[in-house]
């Protein structure tokens, strides 16, 4: 007769949907999302709101009160609300005597700029780019030491160069020739090494490799393969160093004498000394600050006009090279 003190073991019973509390041991709660606190979320929108404040106001409103300037007459400009918007007929008053003055000089300094920038823009390209590629994608004797040195010349303030520009210029005879302006704007090691990071971050080497063993030389690899897919950086290094070109002041300040050479930032600081209220002696020749106001906008417009039209290539070439393969 069996004992009957050792029982048979039980089956568990199985596992029903529709029984509260039961869960069998291959069942994992999912862990719960913790939902931030309202603390927490007030600050965050307290900061985003304190940023984008300070940035209107040190940044949106000067641009803004820029823009109505122009547009008022200089009493105007003094009385009524700095926001204030004055009149088209103001505006069209403000450009006829802007463009009155010396002899349409304003235009003339425009096409000086565009001049100088476009040229140098050029041949900055065409060092540039492919001094990149060579130090990126060749090893040369010498080569870690010319990246150094133009790292060190990238960052030297451009200010500290202008003296020894000037007397190696002045020793070939170029000063007040637009020559002087537009060989230091060509040198731009930053784009140098813009390109530099490109082509070693960005560019598969494989692909360079294939292409050369396909029997290409390393100026069609170069001028086939590497630089179609360089568009990016070429329109980032294009862009800057046009923006560099068109807002230098001191170098066309010091290397050019004539007010007929002037770029329009050179221009637009001239044309601050005619205005009375900083120079009471300018008599017949005076500008008021309306049509300063408005010169300073016809300064800056093409640098934004660039910026549109360049902003898609401009985009994609700051985030070429930020992750790699």
């Not at 019973?13 to 509260?20: I, R, S």
């Not at 309202?38 to 209107?56: C, E, I, K, M």
């Not at 005076?286 to 006009?305: C, E, G, S, W």
Request: glycine share 6%; net charge positive.
């Amino acid at each position: 007769m069996p004992n009957k003190s050792f029982a048979a073991p039980v089956a568990a019973a199985p596992h029903t949907e529709g029984e509260p509390g039961v869960m069998s041991l291959t069942q994992h709660r999912a862990p719960e999302r913790r939902r931030p606190r309202p603390q927490r979320r007030v600050a965050s929108q307290l900061l985003t709101g304190s940023v984008l404040t300070v940035f209107v106001v040190f940044f949106v409103l000067p641009v803004l009160w820029l823009v109505l300037a122009a547009t008022k007459t200089d009493q105007q400009l003094i009385h009524d609300n700095p926001l204030s918007f004055g009149s088209f007929h103001a505006l069209k008053a403000n450009w006829d005597a802007l463009t009155a003055f010396q002899d349409n000089a304003v235009m003339q300094w425009l096409g000086n700029s565009a001049l100088y920038s476009v040229i140098s823009l050029v041949i900055t390209l065409g060092i540039a780019v492919p001094a990149g590629y060579a130090l990126a994608m060749t090893e040369f004797r010498g080569r870690h030491s010319l990246l150094v040195a133009t790292l060190v010349v990238m960052l030297m303030p451009n200010a500290t160069l202008v003296v020894p520009l000037f007397l190696e210029l002045n020793a070939v005879r170029l000063i007040g020739t637009m020559w002087s302006i537009i060989l230091p704007y060509s040198f731009y090691p930053f784009g140098v090494y813009l390109t530099y990071i490109y082509f070693t971050t960005a560019v598969p080497k494989d692909l360079l490799a294939a292409a050369r063993m396909d029997g290409c030389s390393e100026f069609r690899v170069f001028w086939h393969i590497a630089l179609p897919l360089a568009t990016p950086v070429i329109a980032l290094v294009g862009f800057f160093s046009f923006v560099a070109n068109w807002t230098n002041y001191f170098l066309p300040y010091v290397m050019l004498p004539e007010s007929s050479q002037m770029p329009i930032q050179v221009g637009v600081g001239s044309l601050l000394s005619s205005v009375p209220s900083f120079n009471p002696t300018v008599g017949d020749l005076a500008i008021q600050r309306p049509q300063l106001a408005l010169a300073t906008l016809v300064a800056i417009t093409p640098v934004l006009i660039v910026f549109l039209f360049a902003q898609r290539f401009l985009v994609s070439g700051m985030l070429a090279g930020a992750t790699k393969d």
